[in-house]
């Protein structure tokens, strides 16, 4: 009798689920909003893609509990290397590398924040610059 509860119970969110990926229509990333013109819909991209959203508040989150002054340094800094990675975009360079790389350095800020760890104010800045000129470009 158990046992037909529980697929009763399995029976609704398995068709939620069908039904949402049946119904979804395609996402596009980069159109925020067409009123305002493609630089502004580029300004707000990293505020909402997750993508770029996610590893931001990580490594703000692995600023602040590193301490004050390294997250004084990567509020100053990451900005800065976030321009510089924007400006060389016309280069040809390879975009498999590039996304891979974001990927790889959100695991391990993650992984950082996760185990807590406190890192040397300069290591920390290497990889906020890191980071902000490879989710620039």
């Not at 909003?33 to 997750?50: C, E, I, N, Q, V």
Request: with cysteine.
């Amino acid at each position: 009798m158990s046992r037909s509860l529980i697929n009763r119970r399995s029976i609704v969110p398995t068709c939620f689920i069908a039904l949402t990926i049946l119904l979804s229509s395609p996402a596009f990333a980069h159109s925020v909003s067409k009123r305002f013109g493609d630089f502004y819909g580029g300004l707000l991209h990293p505020l909402t893609a997750m993508e770029h959203l996610l590893p931001i508040i990580g490594l703000s989150l692995l600023a602040g509990q590193t301490g004050k002054e390294a997250a004084r340094w990567v509020l100053l800094l990451f900005p800065v290397a976030f321009l510089v990675g924007a400006t060389p975009s016309s280069i040809d360079v390879p975009v498999e590398f590039v996304v891979w790389a974001n990927r790889i350095s959100f695991v391990v800020v993650g992984l950082l924040v996760a185990a807590s760890i406190r890192l040397p104010v300069g290591v920390l800045i290497m990889i906020a610059m890191l980071m902000g000129i490879l989710l620039g470009y």
